[in-house]
């Protein structure tokens, strides 16, 4: 596979290149102390309509050439923000169950947030926090001790961890 060059941030923080877990990533440039704002998720602020459409057709879009490409991040209850622009650098920063960051809206603007001190080095993480809804289209290549093998929230992952268990027993039941 051919290696893709790193993408200029204009960041002091963070450096975007190669992930182990999917296409690019975000890097810690530095040591990042606990707390401290690390990048803002930029994009267009659309509503919750626009959204949806978007969101479905870049979903399609996705499925046809195997990439994640849904950019779409919740502001509130009325408006989203379109992150897929250049800008935007907040949109390699992938999934993992367990994160080195969240997400936080500081008055209507979506920041990631370190939750612990971040080694110069490792990559930035967080938890994209998706419902259970549709959660088999959404594989989690983490490999952490806590996942569960999807991108689920948290609080749901004891569903998806019970619901594969039953599954693995119903084939050895009919033997």
Not at 68 to 74: H, S
Not at 126 to 138: A, C, K, N, R, S
């Amino acid at each position: 596979m051919k290696k893709k060059k790193a993408i200029e941030t204009g960041n002091e923080w963070i450096e975007v290149r190669d992930s182990p877990i999917h296409g690019y990533g975000c890097f810690a440039a530095k040591a990042i102390p606990k707390e401290s704002r690390i990048l803002e998720y930029v994009g267009e602020k659309i509503t919750k309509a626009e959204s949806n459409r978007r969101g479905l057709l870049q979903e399609e879009q996705a499925q046809k050439n195997g990439d994640g490409l849904v950019y779409i991040f919740e502001l509130n209850k009325r408006y989203d923000i379109d992150g897929n622009v250049p800008e935007n650098m907040a949109r390699y920063v992938n999934h993992s169950c367990e994160p080195n960051c969240e997400a936080v809206n500081i008055r209507g603007r979506i920041w990631y947030i370190a939750l612990r001190d971040i080694e110069e080095g490792e990559e930035i993480y967080i938890d994209y926090g998706y419902d259970m809804e549709h959660f088999m289209d959404h594989p989690c290549h983490c490999g952490t001790p806590s996942c569960v093998g999807y991108i689920v929230n948290k609080s749901q992952r004891w569903r998806v961890r019970r619901m594969l268990a039953r599954k693995k027993k119903t084939p050895a039941q009919k033997a």
